[in-house]
């Protein structure tokens, strides 16, 4: 093992399909001249995507992002939105920019997700939705999500942007909830440059997302909402043509490399790894490692600056937590959120992508050991 990789390895690395394939189904968009609006290609590749997640109803947009908004706006909420910190800033963003006030609750510790056990002593008169993350593609507790919303009167939204493709107990994590969002940016599983979608399940949802998505216009000369332009043009729509029929090989590539930092880090005192869910089959998105700096003596940080200096790009998902950035720190009233802060400090992703060779992976492992002073135990 050299004492530092020859080339840059990053957390992760979009994948692209065939160039060829790619130029060859752009084509026919030099003959029509019809570029965007839901035509063609974007009706394909949501009618693609349907198959592919298990669902009927799927609205494409131009992000991930847009979609948590447009899915949010749909529904007509007002108040308080109960949320996790642990998670990007996207998700807080979405809510706040719809007007609503986030309402933060700590996660568990055992997969991260949003602790069921403290929502309902943050449920209050203006309390309207729950929003939840199925963070690195875990599967939150919906089935008790699903009783508290059903209790108290609540819509539930999602942010399923890590968990393209997941299944729990054999059906599509995004058949959750009234609705469930998806990403597509670049740096995710399934990625169509930028882009995203929403899952919903009844059509006067669909109907109001396909307005909300195009300026609110229900017809040429009908406008009822305060819309913005979520669409999807239809380069991107190809590039997930493209890249749909890559996504089982992308994934189970990832699994292979799961695995081997498994097996490279294991039986490490004070690091945790992290597992797949009872019942869930997973998409690997992330390979997210807790360093308990108590017990291994060296911290995260310092672990992630050593990485660096041996060309492995870490990153801190999620750090800082979304209830501790000077944009929300001191504007919400906080309760503690003990668990995500802890997570927050001690949480490092790894690379992990198709492309990213084994050997890379247990190099990555041995330099680990190396910096907290476990190398020679191998
Ligand atoms: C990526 C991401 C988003 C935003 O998706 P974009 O497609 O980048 O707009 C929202 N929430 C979470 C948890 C994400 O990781």
Request: glycine share 6%; net charge neutral.
């Amino acid at each position: 093992m050299k004492g530092r990789l020859e080339k840059p390895v990053y957390v992760t690395r979009p994948s692209m399909p065939d160039y060829n394939e790619y130029v060859e189904r752009i084509r026919p968009l030099w003959d029509s001249h019809i570029l965007t609006n839901m035509a063609e290609y974007h009706q394909q590749l949501e009618q693609e995507l349907c198959r592919y997640l298990q669902t009927d109803r799927i609205s494409l947009m131009t992000n991930g992002h847009m979609a948590l908004e447009m899915a949010l706006q749909s529904q007509g909420l007002s108040g308080e939105v109960i949320t996790t910190p642990f998670t990007f800033i996207s998700t807080t963003h979405a809510i706040v920019r719809n007007n609503l006030t986030p309402v933060f609750c700590d996660i568990n510790e055992k997969d991260l997700t949003i602790d069921v056990s403290k929502i309902e002593a943050l449920i209050s008169k203006r309390t309207c939705a729950i929003v939840p993350v199925h963070i690195y593609g875990r599967i939150c507790d919906v089935e008790k999500i699903e009783e508290i919303a059903k209790r108290h009167g609540l819509k539930v939204i999602y942010d399923a942007a890590h968990a393209f493709g997941v299944t729990y107990k054999g059906k599509p994590a995004a058949c959750y909830g009234d609705m469930s969002i998806l990403s597509f940016h670049a740096t995710k599983v399934f990625n169509t440059v930028e882009g995203g979608a929403v899952i919903y399940h009844n059509e006067e949802d669909g109907k109001e997302l396909y307005s909300l998505k195009n300026f609110g216009i229900r017809s040429e000369e009908y406008i009822d909402g305060v819309g913005a332009n979520a669409k999807m043009d239809e380069l991107r729509a190809i590039m997930g043509l493209c890249n749909l029929r890559n996504v089982e090989r992308e994934i189970t590539r990832r699994k292979v490399l799961f695995e081997a930092y498994i097996e490279g880090l294991k039986d490490i005192p004070g690091i945790t790894l992290p597992f797949v869910q009872k019942d869930v089959k997973t998409n690997y998105a992330y390979f997210p490692v807790l360093f308990d700096k108590e017990i291994l003596g060296v911290g995260r940080d310092v672990i992630y600056e050593e990485l660096k200096k041996r060309n492995v790009y870490t990153r801190k998902y999620f750090y800082p937590l979304v209830n501790d950035t000077k944009c929300y720190g001191n504007i919400y009233s906080v309760k503690g959120t003990p668990v995500a802060e802890k997570a927050a400090a001690s949480v490092l992703t790894l690379p992990i992508y198709a492309d990213l060779e084994t050997e890379t992976v247990s190099c990555i492992c041995a330099y680990i050991r190396e910096i907290i002073g476990q190398g020679e135990k191998r």
